[in-house]
């Protein structure tokens, strides 16, 4: 499978990108066809409870989840775009979290050789932001509220 399909050539559907996402990650990792059958039924749940959307940037879709009590979201990124378009994809996803009154936003499931993006991400938004490294992937938490306690 391809690793990335730039989306200035080419824009694909949340479901492509869905397919190519899990099955890129399981190709990785060596994963089984149960283990990869059990990933897209885990997605299916997630995706049918009410307070969880989704968006599409580019290549990119954010699977959110929010609590607007909290003001926090979620998001599990599925990627098929460049290196570059991602990080850009992030930071707009970010933006429009802010800009809907989400305060602070933890990406999940997050491949480890992903470093290099969320470092990038961190410089264009200038924001509290942490990345670390749980179990076999990456958490990042990004804090816009006055506390900043990231």
Known sequence: MKNEIDSSQKKLSYPIIFNHAIVKKAEKEGDSKEEVAKTFL???????????????????????????????SMVIPFNADTRANYVNNIVNAVRKLEQEGIEKIVFSKIQQDMTDVFSAVKDKIGANM???????SLLCIIDFSAEGNV
Do not use: A, G, H, W
């Open 130 to 136: 942490r990345i670390m490294k749980v179990k076999d």
């Open 42 to 72: 885990s997605l299916e749940n997630f995706l049918s409870q009410p307070d969880v959307k989704t968006y599409q940037n580019n290549n990119t879709v954010f699977v959110v989840k929010t609590n607007q009590n909290t003001k926090t």
